[in-house]
């Protein structure tokens, strides 16, 4: 696996990191989000520190992880239904031949 040494900066911090050459992009854009949201906060809410940006930013995240898991869980329970009633639709068939 190719990997490349890149640095992400957050919160004025430099974070060497060595990582798949598939997930670079990936790693530079959440790197990107991370601070936009920092700018965010610091604009919109009495943030006065970077620790208490990076803290909103990981709840944040860790809020929208979590929805998306949950909505991720629906479509699998929706599309395990669907799926069922296909199946039991073809079973009918089958045996009406």
Known sequence: MDFRRI????????????????????????GKQIEDMIKEFEANFAVNDKQDALAMCALRLGTNA??????DEK???????????????????????
């Open 75 to 97: 479509n699998i329970s929706i599309s395990n239904e669907k799926l069922i009633h296909l199946n039991n639709l073809l079973q009918n068939e089958l045996e009406e031949l």
């Open 7 to 30: 640095t992400i900066n957050i919160a004025g911090r430099n974070y060497p990191l060595n990582v798949p050459a598939a997930e670079e992009e990936t790693l530079r854009k959440v």
């Open 66 to 71: 979590e929805i998306n898991k949950l909505n």
